[in-house]
Protein backbone atom coordinates (compact mmCIF):
# COMPACT_ATOMS: atom_id res chain seq x y z
CA UNK A 1 0.00 0.00 0.00
CA UNK A 2 2.95 2.19 0.91
CA UNK A 3 3.98 2.04 -2.93
CA UNK A 4 1.66 4.77 -3.71
CA UNK A 5 4.34 6.73 -2.23
CA UNK A 6 7.70 5.03 -2.98
CA UNK A 7 8.56 8.50 -5.17
CA UNK A 8 9.48 10.23 -2.13
CA UNK A 9 12.21 10.44 -0.06
CA UNK A 10 13.05 8.07 2.97
CA UNK A 11 12.89 9.75 6.72
CA UNK A 12 16.35 9.73 6.99
CA UNK A 13 18.27 9.80 10.06
CA UNK A 14 18.78 6.53 12.48
CA UNK A 15 15.30 4.51 13.60
CA UNK A 16 16.71 4.82 17.04
CA UNK A 17 16.41 8.77 16.59
CA UNK A 18 13.27 8.42 14.95
CA UNK A 19 12.06 6.21 17.62
CA UNK A 20 12.35 8.25 20.28
CA UNK A 21 10.28 10.80 19.19
CA UNK A 22 7.58 7.94 19.15
CA UNK A 23 7.60 7.35 23.03
CA UNK A 24 4.95 7.85 25.53
CA UNK A 25 2.99 10.66 25.03
CA UNK A 26 1.90 10.91 28.46
CA UNK A 27 4.64 9.85 30.61
CA UNK A 28 3.66 7.08 33.36
CA UNK A 29 3.13 8.24 37.10
CA UNK A 30 5.48 7.88 39.43
CA UNK A 31 4.36 5.87 42.62
CA UNK A 32 4.67 8.91 44.58
CA UNK A 33 2.75 11.26 42.12
CA UNK A 34 0.20 8.04 42.07
CA UNK A 35 -0.06 8.35 46.01
CA UNK A 36 -0.77 11.55 45.78
CA UNK A 37 -3.32 11.60 42.82
CA UNK A 38 -4.93 8.83 44.66
CA UNK A 39 -5.45 11.08 47.48
CA UNK A 40 -7.46 13.39 45.73
CA UNK A 41 -10.19 10.99 44.92
CA UNK A 42 -13.30 11.11 46.67
CA UNK A 43 -14.54 8.04 46.40
CA UNK A 44 -18.36 8.99 45.51
CA UNK A 45 -20.93 7.39 46.01
CA UNK A 46 -22.65 6.39 42.30
CA UNK A 47 -19.72 7.84 40.97
CA UNK A 48 -19.92 9.83 38.32
CA UNK A 49 -17.06 8.28 36.64
CA UNK A 50 -17.81 5.02 36.69
CA UNK A 51 -21.05 6.14 34.51
CA UNK A 52 -19.12 7.45 31.95
CA UNK A 53 -17.22 4.63 31.48
CA UNK A 54 -18.60 2.55 28.20
CA UNK A 55 -17.25 -0.54 30.49
CA UNK A 56 -18.85 0.08 33.98
CA UNK A 57 -14.93 -0.04 35.45
CA UNK A 58 -15.61 0.93 39.59
CA UNK A 59 -12.83 3.69 39.47
CA UNK A 60 -13.53 4.86 43.01
CA UNK A 61 -12.64 1.55 43.92
CA UNK A 62 -9.76 1.01 42.21
CA UNK A 63 -8.31 4.67 43.08
CA UNK A 64 -9.05 3.17 46.68
CA UNK A 65 -6.92 0.42 46.61
CA UNK A 66 -3.95 2.04 44.76
CA UNK A 67 -4.31 4.75 47.98
CA UNK A 68 -4.07 1.78 50.27
CA UNK A 69 -0.71 0.06 48.37
CA UNK A 70 -2.99 -2.85 47.02
CA UNK A 71 -1.89 -2.63 43.36
CA UNK A 72 -3.00 -5.97 42.11
CA UNK A 73 -6.21 -4.96 43.89
CA UNK A 74 -6.73 -1.85 41.48
CA UNK A 75 -5.71 -3.97 38.64
CA UNK A 76 -8.57 -6.81 39.03
CA UNK A 77 -11.10 -4.55 39.74
CA UNK A 78 -10.06 -2.99 36.65
CA UNK A 79 -9.52 -6.13 34.57
CA UNK A 80 -12.70 -7.68 35.24
CA UNK A 81 -14.96 -5.02 33.32
CA UNK A 82 -12.12 -4.29 30.92
CA UNK A 83 -9.63 -6.98 29.86
CA UNK A 84 -8.21 -4.00 28.02
CA UNK A 85 -7.03 -2.07 30.85
CA UNK A 86 -3.81 -1.19 29.72
CA UNK A 87 -4.55 -0.15 26.32
CA UNK A 88 -7.72 1.76 27.59
CA UNK A 89 -5.45 3.59 29.95
CA UNK A 90 -3.16 5.17 27.36
CA UNK A 91 -5.76 5.44 24.34
CA UNK A 92 -8.83 6.50 25.71
CA UNK A 93 -10.46 9.79 25.49
CA UNK A 94 -10.91 10.21 29.18
CA UNK A 95 -11.04 13.98 28.70
CA UNK A 96 -14.85 13.21 27.39
CA UNK A 97 -15.46 10.48 29.37
CA UNK A 98 -14.65 9.32 32.91
CA UNK A 99 -12.38 12.75 33.84
CA UNK A 100 -15.26 15.03 32.31
CA UNK A 101 -17.62 13.32 34.93
CA UNK A 102 -15.22 13.91 37.75
CA UNK A 103 -16.59 15.88 40.24
CA UNK A 104 -13.61 17.50 40.43
CA UNK A 105 -13.79 18.77 37.24
CA UNK A 106 -15.71 21.78 38.53
CA UNK A 107 -15.33 25.54 38.17
CA UNK A 108 -13.51 25.88 41.17
CA UNK A 109 -10.63 23.50 40.48
CA UNK A 110 -11.27 22.22 37.05
CA UNK A 111 -8.48 19.37 38.14
CA UNK A 112 -10.45 15.77 37.42
CA UNK A 113 -8.85 13.05 39.31
CA UNK A 114 -6.00 11.83 36.75
CA UNK A 115 -8.15 8.48 36.48
CA UNK A 116 -6.26 7.41 33.03
CA UNK A 117 -2.96 8.12 34.30
CA UNK A 118 -4.14 6.18 37.52
CA UNK A 119 -5.30 3.09 35.80
CA UNK A 120 -2.36 2.67 33.60
CA UNK A 121 0.06 2.93 37.16
CA UNK A 122 -2.15 0.26 38.36
CA UNK A 123 -2.16 -2.30 35.32
CA UNK A 124 1.46 -1.54 34.45
CA UNK A 125 2.66 -2.11 37.98
CA UNK A 126 0.51 -5.54 39.05
CA UNK A 127 2.87 -8.46 39.36
CA UNK A 128 0.46 -11.50 39.17
CA UNK A 129 1.65 -15.39 39.66
CA UNK A 130 -0.11 -16.57 36.24
CA UNK A 131 -3.56 -15.43 35.15
CA UNK A 132 -5.92 -13.28 37.94
CA UNK A 133 -8.87 -14.76 36.65
CA UNK A 134 -9.74 -18.54 36.92
CA UNK A 135 -11.80 -20.37 34.24
CA UNK A 136 -15.60 -22.11 35.10
CA UNK A 137 -15.58 -25.18 34.80
CA UNK A 138 -15.99 -26.10 30.96
CA UNK A 139 -19.16 -26.54 29.22
CA UNK A 140 -18.11 -28.55 26.46
CA UNK A 141 -19.29 -25.59 23.57
CA UNK A 142 -17.23 -23.24 21.78
CA UNK A 143 -17.36 -20.60 19.89
CA UNK A 144 -15.89 -18.68 16.56
CA UNK A 145 -14.92 -15.33 16.91
CA UNK A 146 -14.13 -13.79 13.52
CA UNK A 147 -11.37 -10.47 13.81
CA UNK A 148 -8.74 -10.32 16.71
CA UNK A 149 -9.14 -6.77 17.57
CA UNK A 150 -10.08 -5.57 20.84
CA UNK A 151 -14.30 -6.47 20.62
CA UNK A 152 -13.57 -10.35 19.04
CA UNK A 153 -10.46 -11.17 21.94
CA UNK A 154 -12.76 -9.33 24.78
CA UNK A 155 -15.27 -11.78 23.86
CA UNK A 156 -12.96 -14.78 23.75
CA UNK A 157 -11.63 -13.51 26.58
CA UNK A 158 -15.41 -14.07 28.49
CA UNK A 159 -16.37 -16.61 26.97
CA UNK A 160 -12.82 -18.16 28.24
CA UNK A 161 -13.81 -17.11 31.28
CA UNK A 162 -16.76 -18.48 31.31
CA UNK A 163 -15.70 -22.21 30.90
CA UNK A 164 -15.99 -21.98 26.81
CA UNK A 165 -14.00 -23.04 23.87
CA UNK A 166 -12.80 -20.06 21.77
CA UNK A 167 -11.53 -20.26 18.36
CA UNK A 168 -10.28 -16.82 16.58
CA UNK A 169 -9.97 -16.39 13.30
CA UNK A 170 -8.28 -13.62 12.11
CA UNK A 171 -7.33 -12.20 8.44
CA UNK A 172 -4.25 -10.85 9.35
CA UNK A 173 -0.95 -12.00 10.97
CA UNK A 174 -0.89 -10.66 14.26
CA UNK A 175 -3.89 -10.27 16.86
CA UNK A 176 -4.91 -6.49 18.38
CA UNK A 177 -6.80 -5.49 15.47
CA UNK A 178 -6.19 -1.30 15.20
CA UNK A 179 -4.16 -1.83 19.03
CA UNK A 180 -1.60 -3.07 16.52
CA UNK A 181 -2.57 -1.61 13.22
CA UNK A 182 -3.86 1.57 13.95
CA UNK A 183 -4.05 3.60 17.19
CA UNK A 184 -0.94 6.44 17.07
CA UNK A 185 2.39 4.50 17.52
CA UNK A 186 2.83 7.35 20.76
CA UNK A 187 0.09 6.09 22.40
CA UNK A 188 0.56 2.75 22.33
CA UNK A 189 4.59 2.59 21.53
CA UNK A 190 6.64 -0.50 21.53
CA UNK A 191 5.30 -4.12 21.59
CA UNK A 192 2.85 -2.94 24.39
CA UNK A 193 -0.42 -4.01 22.12
CA UNK A 194 1.12 -7.49 21.43
CA UNK A 195 2.06 -7.99 25.40
CA UNK A 196 -1.36 -6.99 26.10
CA UNK A 197 -2.99 -9.47 23.96
CA UNK A 198 -0.26 -12.68 25.41
CA UNK A 199 -1.93 -11.46 28.91
CA UNK A 200 -5.44 -12.17 27.64
CA UNK A 201 -4.71 -15.29 26.27
CA UNK A 202 -2.93 -16.54 29.14
CA UNK A 203 -6.14 -17.75 30.59
CA UNK A 204 -6.49 -20.47 28.38
CA UNK A 205 -8.74 -21.92 26.29
CA UNK A 206 -8.65 -19.48 23.31
CA UNK A 207 -7.40 -20.70 20.12
CA UNK A 208 -6.18 -18.09 17.02
CA UNK A 209 -5.82 -18.85 13.25
CA UNK A 210 -4.46 -16.39 11.06
CA UNK A 211 -4.78 -15.89 7.70
CA UNK A 212 -8.43 -16.99 7.88
CA UNK A 213 -10.70 -13.85 6.03
CA UNK A 214 -14.36 -14.19 6.26
CA UNK A 215 -15.57 -13.81 2.78
CA UNK A 216 -12.36 -14.61 1.62
CA UNK A 217 -10.75 -18.34 2.39
CA UNK A 218 -13.98 -18.35 5.49
CA UNK A 219 -17.20 -18.88 4.83
CA UNK A 220 -20.15 -18.00 7.60
CA UNK A 221 -22.07 -20.92 6.81
CA UNK A 222 -19.74 -23.28 7.55
CA UNK A 223 -19.34 -21.30 10.57
CA UNK A 224 -22.64 -21.74 11.76
CA UNK A 225 -22.54 -25.10 11.20
CA UNK A 226 -19.22 -26.21 12.87
CA UNK A 227 -19.66 -24.19 16.20
CA UNK A 228 -22.42 -23.41 18.74
CA UNK A 229 -21.91 -19.29 18.41
CA UNK A 230 -20.18 -17.25 16.14
CA UNK A 231 -18.99 -13.71 17.41
CA UNK A 232 -18.05 -11.32 14.78
CA UNK A 233 -15.74 -8.75 15.48
CA UNK A 234 -14.88 -7.27 12.06
CA UNK A 235 -14.14 -3.42 12.62
CA UNK A 236 -14.20 -1.31 9.82
CA UNK A 237 -11.84 -2.14 7.18
CA UNK A 238 -12.81 -0.30 4.20
CA UNK A 239 -11.74 3.61 3.83
CA UNK A 240 -13.91 5.48 2.44
CA UNK A 241 -13.33 7.61 -1.10
CA UNK A 242 -13.30 11.02 -2.02
CA UNK A 243 -14.83 10.45 -5.47
CA UNK A 244 -12.64 12.77 -7.37
CA UNK A 245 -10.65 11.49 -10.43
CA UNK A 246 -6.90 10.72 -9.80
CA UNK A 247 -7.64 9.27 -6.63
CA UNK A 248 -5.53 6.42 -6.94
CA UNK A 249 -2.60 8.25 -8.20
CA UNK A 250 0.99 7.63 -6.60
CA UNK A 251 0.83 10.33 -4.09
CA UNK A 252 -3.14 9.44 -2.52
CA UNK A 253 -3.35 7.09 0.27
CA UNK A 254 -5.60 6.43 3.20
CA UNK A 255 -3.97 7.51 6.18
CA UNK A 256 -5.02 4.17 7.84
CA UNK A 257 -2.65 2.64 5.46
CA UNK A 258 0.36 4.48 6.16
CA UNK A 259 -0.92 4.37 10.00
CA UNK A 260 -0.58 0.83 9.69
CA UNK A 261 3.03 0.46 7.92
CA UNK A 262 4.40 2.86 10.14
CA UNK A 263 2.99 0.49 13.39
CA UNK A 264 4.64 -2.02 11.73
CA UNK A 265 7.72 -0.66 10.41
CA UNK A 266 11.44 -2.06 11.56
CA UNK A 267 12.92 1.01 10.17
CA UNK A 268 11.42 4.26 10.69
CA UNK A 269 13.90 6.06 8.62
CA UNK A 270 13.12 3.93 5.59
CA UNK A 271 9.58 5.55 5.49
CA UNK A 272 8.59 7.44 2.49
CA UNK A 273 8.18 10.80 3.76
CA UNK A 274 6.14 13.52 1.83
CA UNK A 275 7.61 16.96 2.59
CA UNK A 276 4.37 18.94 2.41
CA UNK A 277 1.53 16.91 2.90
CA UNK A 278 -1.96 16.84 3.17
CA UNK A 279 -4.33 15.48 5.26
CA UNK A 280 -8.43 15.73 4.76
CA UNK A 281 -10.98 14.83 7.72
CA UNK A 282 -11.59 16.05 11.48
CA UNK A 283 -11.76 13.07 13.41
CA UNK A 284 -8.47 11.40 15.57
CA UNK A 285 -7.39 9.60 12.69
CA UNK A 286 -6.56 12.50 10.68
CA UNK A 287 -5.06 14.12 13.71
CA UNK A 288 -3.37 11.21 14.53
CA UNK A 289 -1.97 11.23 10.89
CA UNK A 290 -0.70 14.82 10.33
CA UNK A 291 1.15 14.67 14.46
CA UNK A 292 3.29 11.07 12.94
CA UNK A 293 4.01 12.67 9.68
CA UNK A 294 5.24 16.01 11.61
CA UNK A 295 7.10 13.89 13.97
CA UNK A 296 8.53 12.17 10.99
CA UNK A 297 9.77 14.94 9.74
CA UNK A 298 7.57 16.29 7.17
CA UNK A 299 8.04 20.24 7.30
CA UNK A 300 4.18 21.17 6.31
CA UNK A 301 1.19 19.46 6.79
CA UNK A 302 -1.87 20.69 6.71
CA UNK A 303 -5.50 18.75 7.91
CA UNK A 304 -8.12 19.81 5.34
CA UNK A 305 -11.88 20.09 6.66
CA UNK A 306 -15.04 20.71 4.59
CA UNK A 307 -17.02 22.21 8.28
CA UNK A 308 -15.77 24.19 10.96
CA UNK A 309 -13.69 23.77 14.21
CA UNK A 310 -16.79 22.94 16.02
CA UNK A 311 -17.82 19.95 14.18
CA UNK A 312 -14.36 18.53 14.42
CA UNK A 313 -14.99 14.74 15.36
CA UNK A 314 -11.36 14.65 17.10
CA UNK A 315 -11.83 16.27 21.18
CA UNK A 316 -10.32 19.19 21.87
CA UNK A 317 -7.85 17.71 23.79
CA UNK A 318 -6.38 15.97 20.15
CA UNK A 319 -6.65 19.17 18.49
CA UNK A 320 -4.68 21.10 20.68
CA UNK A 321 -2.08 17.97 19.99
CA UNK A 322 -2.20 19.02 16.59
CA UNK A 323 -1.31 22.40 17.28
CA UNK A 324 1.33 21.81 19.73
CA UNK A 325 3.37 20.12 16.38
CA UNK A 326 2.97 23.30 14.27
CA UNK A 327 -0.07 21.38 12.24
CA UNK A 328 -1.93 23.81 10.01
CA UNK A 329 -5.76 23.37 9.92
CA UNK A 330 -8.02 24.93 7.56
CA UNK A 331 -11.28 24.51 7.83
CA UNK A 332 -14.45 25.39 5.25
CA UNK A 333 -12.89 23.75 1.94
CA UNK A 334 -14.23 20.69 0.20
CA UNK A 335 -11.72 18.59 -1.86
CA UNK A 336 -12.71 19.46 -5.44
CA UNK A 337 -9.87 18.15 -7.69
CA UNK A 338 -6.69 16.16 -7.11
CA UNK A 339 -3.68 18.06 -9.00
CA UNK A 340 -1.15 15.66 -10.81
CA UNK A 341 2.53 16.23 -12.10
CA UNK A 342 3.44 15.34 -15.55
CA UNK A 343 4.01 11.93 -14.42
CA UNK A 344 0.59 11.58 -12.76
CA UNK A 345 1.89 11.72 -9.67
CA UNK A 346 0.06 14.10 -6.77
CA UNK A 347 1.53 17.53 -6.54
CA UNK A 348 -1.17 19.27 -4.58
CA UNK A 349 -5.20 19.18 -4.17
CA UNK A 350 -7.90 21.90 -5.14
CA UNK A 351 -10.67 22.82 -2.65
CA UNK A 352 -13.59 24.53 -2.48
CA UNK A 353 -14.78 27.01 0.22
CA UNK A 354 -17.79 25.74 1.73
CA UNK A 355 -20.68 27.78 4.55
CA UNK A 356 -23.54 26.84 5.83
CA UNK A 357 -26.71 28.54 4.45
CA UNK A 358 -29.77 27.67 6.75
CA UNK A 359 -28.21 24.76 8.27
CA UNK A 360 -26.76 23.02 4.55
CA UNK A 361 -23.50 22.87 3.60
CA UNK A 362 -22.86 24.67 0.17
CA UNK A 363 -19.45 25.37 -1.98
CA UNK A 364 -19.05 29.46 -2.48
CA UNK A 365 -17.38 28.64 -5.56
CA UNK A 366 -13.93 29.89 -4.05
CA UNK A 367 -11.31 27.89 -5.15
CA UNK A 368 -7.88 27.57 -3.14
CA UNK A 369 -5.03 25.47 -4.23
CA UNK A 370 -2.62 23.79 -1.73
CA UNK A 371 0.69 22.32 -2.96
CA UNK A 372 1.39 18.55 -1.42
CA UNK A 373 3.66 15.68 -2.35
CA UNK A 374 1.07 13.26 -0.91
CA UNK A 375 -2.37 13.17 -0.19
CA UNK A 376 -3.76 11.15 3.30
CA UNK A 377 -7.60 10.46 3.22
CA UNK A 378 -8.85 10.36 6.58
CA UNK A 379 -12.60 10.26 5.85
CA UNK A 380 -14.00 7.46 7.44
CA UNK A 381 -13.72 3.43 7.33
CA UNK A 382 -16.96 1.73 6.50
CA UNK A 383 -17.32 -2.08 6.54
CA UNK A 384 -15.23 -4.40 4.03
CA UNK A 385 -16.85 -7.97 4.50
CA UNK A 386 -20.27 -7.33 3.70
CA UNK A 387 -19.50 -6.05 0.14
CA UNK A 388 -17.95 -9.92 -0.48
CA UNK A 389 -20.69 -12.72 -0.86
CA UNK A 390 -20.67 -14.67 2.55
CA UNK A 391 -22.21 -17.45 2.51
CA UNK A 392 -24.51 -19.01 0.40
CA UNK A 393 -27.89 -18.66 1.88
CA UNK A 394 -26.78 -16.63 4.68
CA UNK A 395 -25.32 -13.61 3.20
CA UNK A 396 -28.66 -11.90 2.45
CA UNK A 397 -29.93 -12.50 6.28
CA UNK A 398 -27.70 -10.03 7.87
CA UNK A 399 -29.27 -6.97 8.49
CA UNK A 400 -27.35 -3.96 7.38
CA UNK A 401 -27.88 -0.46 7.98
CA UNK A 402 -26.65 2.69 6.70
CA UNK A 403 -25.30 5.60 8.43
CA UNK A 404 -23.08 7.93 7.10
CA UNK A 405 -23.01 6.35 4.38
CA UNK A 406 -21.10 2.76 5.95
CA UNK A 407 -22.92 -0.45 6.40
CA UNK A 408 -22.56 -2.13 9.75
CA UNK A 409 -24.56 -4.76 11.14
CA UNK A 410 -27.67 -4.16 13.16
CA UNK A 411 -27.68 -5.94 16.84
CA UNK A 412 -29.81 -6.02 19.17
CA UNK A 413 -29.10 -5.25 23.64
CA UNK A 414 -27.64 -8.60 23.38
CA UNK A 415 -25.55 -7.66 20.37
CA UNK A 416 -27.01 -10.59 18.21
CA UNK A 417 -28.21 -9.81 14.83
CA UNK A 418 -30.43 -10.89 12.52
CA UNK A 419 -29.35 -14.37 12.04
CA UNK A 420 -29.87 -16.67 14.79
CA UNK A 421 -26.45 -17.69 16.56
CA UNK A 422 -24.32 -15.02 15.00
CA UNK A 423 -23.61 -12.52 17.25
CA UNK A 424 -21.58 -8.71 16.57
CA UNK A 425 -19.84 -6.10 18.15
CA UNK A 426 -17.35 -3.05 17.87
CA UNK A 427 -16.58 -1.20 15.41
CA UNK A 428 -18.90 -2.96 12.70
CA UNK A 429 -22.26 -2.53 14.22
CA UNK A 430 -24.70 0.45 14.44
CA UNK A 431 -24.90 2.40 16.12
CA UNK A 432 -21.29 2.96 18.20
CA UNK A 433 -18.26 5.37 19.36
CA UNK A 434 -15.55 3.80 17.12
CA UNK A 435 -13.54 4.13 20.16
CA UNK A 436 -11.73 0.78 21.66
CA UNK A 437 -13.37 0.90 24.99
CA UNK A 438 -16.37 0.68 23.44
CA UNK A 439 -15.58 -2.31 21.40
CA UNK A 440 -14.22 -4.05 24.55
CA UNK A 441 -17.53 -3.69 26.49
CA UNK A 442 -19.63 -4.45 23.09
CA UNK A 443 -16.82 -8.06 22.84
CA UNK A 444 -17.98 -8.27 27.23
CA UNK A 445 -21.65 -7.90 26.80
CA UNK A 446 -21.82 -10.25 23.39
CA UNK A 447 -19.91 -13.30 25.42
CA UNK A 448 -22.68 -12.70 28.61
CA UNK A 449 -25.74 -12.98 25.44
CA UNK A 450 -23.92 -15.88 23.88
CA UNK A 451 -23.82 -17.77 27.12
CA UNK A 452 -27.04 -16.87 28.39
CA UNK A 453 -28.32 -18.50 24.67
CA UNK A 454 -26.05 -21.16 24.80
CA UNK A 455 -27.30 -22.74 28.75
CA UNK A 456 -30.93 -21.34 27.96
CA UNK A 457 -31.17 -23.87 24.93
CA UNK A 458 -29.35 -26.32 26.55
CA UNK A 459 -31.80 -26.55 29.70
CA UNK A 460 -34.57 -26.36 26.96
CA UNK A 461 -33.60 -29.50 24.97
CA UNK A 462 -32.75 -31.14 28.29
CA UNK A 463 -35.54 -34.49 28.54
CA UNK A 464 -37.92 -33.72 31.66
C1 LIG B 1 -6.09 5.55 13.04
C2 LIG B 1 -7.01 5.24 14.18
C3 LIG B 1 -6.73 5.76 15.44
C4 LIG B 1 -7.57 5.47 16.50
N1 LIG B 1 -7.27 6.00 17.73
C5 LIG B 1 -8.07 5.72 18.77
C6 LIG B 1 -7.77 6.25 20.06
O1 LIG B 1 -6.80 6.98 20.23
N2 LIG B 1 -8.59 5.92 21.08
C7 LIG B 1 -9.68 5.10 20.92
O2 LIG B 1 -10.38 4.80 21.90
N3 LIG B 1 -9.99 4.59 19.71
C8 LIG B 1 -9.22 4.88 18.63
N4 LIG B 1 -9.53 4.38 17.40
C9 LIG B 1 -10.71 3.50 17.28
C10 LIG B 1 -10.39 2.09 17.79
O3 LIG B 1 -9.14 1.68 17.31
C11 LIG B 1 -11.50 1.13 17.35
O4 LIG B 1 -12.74 1.64 17.83
C12 LIG B 1 -11.30 -0.29 17.87
O5 LIG B 1 -10.06 -0.82 17.46
C13 LIG B 1 -12.44 -1.18 17.37
O6 LIG B 1 -12.20 -2.50 17.71
P1 LIG B 1 -12.82 -3.67 16.83
O7 LIG B 1 -12.38 -4.93 17.47
O8 LIG B 1 -14.25 -3.43 16.61
O9 LIG B 1 -12.16 -3.50 15.39
P2 LIG B 1 -10.59 -3.57 14.89
O10 LIG B 1 -9.72 -3.06 15.95
O11 LIG B 1 -10.64 -2.92 13.60
O12 LIG B 1 -10.39 -5.13 14.77
C14 LIG B 1 -11.04 -5.88 13.77
C15 LIG B 1 -10.24 -7.12 13.48
O13 LIG B 1 -10.96 -7.92 12.55
C16 LIG B 1 -10.08 -8.35 11.51
N5 LIG B 1 -10.90 -8.55 10.32
C17 LIG B 1 -11.48 -7.59 9.55
N6 LIG B 1 -12.15 -8.18 8.54
C18 LIG B 1 -12.00 -9.52 8.70
C19 LIG B 1 -12.47 -10.64 7.98
N7 LIG B 1 -13.21 -10.50 6.89
N8 LIG B 1 -12.14 -11.89 8.42
C20 LIG B 1 -11.37 -12.05 9.53
N9 LIG B 1 -10.89 -11.01 10.25
C21 LIG B 1 -11.21 -9.76 9.83
C22 LIG B 1 -9.10 -7.20 11.38
O14 LIG B 1 -7.90 -7.63 10.75
C23 LIG B 1 -8.90 -6.81 12.83
O15 LIG B 1 -7.89 -7.57 13.46
C24 LIG B 1 -8.72 4.65 16.31
C25 LIG B 1 -9.01 4.14 15.05
C26 LIG B 1 -8.18 4.44 14.00
C27 LIG B 1 -8.52 3.91 12.63
S1 LIG C 1 -15.87 11.40 40.26
FE1 LIG C 1 -13.69 11.92 40.60
S2 LIG C 1 -13.57 12.18 42.80
FE2 LIG C 1 -15.50 11.07 42.45
S3 LIG C 1 -14.98 8.86 42.56
FE3 LIG C 1 -14.73 9.47 40.43
S4 LIG C 1 -12.55 10.00 40.24
FE4 LIG C 1 -13.03 10.02 42.45
Known sequence: MIESL????????????????FTDLAPPLTARQAAIESARCLYCYDAPCTRACPTGIDVAS??????????????????????????????????????????RNNELEAQ?????LLQR???????FKGHPFQRAPGTGKTIAVVGAGPAG????????????????????????????????????????????????????G??????????????????????????????????RRLGLTGEDAPGLMAAVDYIATLRQAGDLAALPVPRRAIVIGAGNTAIDMAVQLKRLGADEVTLVYRRGFEAMSATGHEIEIAKTHFVRIRTWA?????LLDEDGRVRGMRFEETRLEDGRLVNTGAVIEIAADAVFKAIGQGMAVLADPLAPGLENELEHERSNGNQRIRVD????????????????????QDLTVQAVQHGKLAALAIHDDILSKAEAAWPT
Open 153 to 204: LACAHRLAMLGHGVVVFEAREKPGGLNEYGIAKYKLPGDFAQQEVEFLLSIG
Open 413 to 432: AGFRTALPGVYAGGDCVAPG
Open 206 to 239: IEIHYGQALGDNLRLADLHTRFDAVFLGLGLAAS
Open 112 to 116: PVKIG
Open 334 to 338: APLEV
Open 6 to 21: QHLPQAGGTHAALSER
Open 121 to 127: HAIDNAR
Open 62 to 103: FIRNIHDHNIEGAAVKILQQNIFGGSCARVCPTEILCEDACV
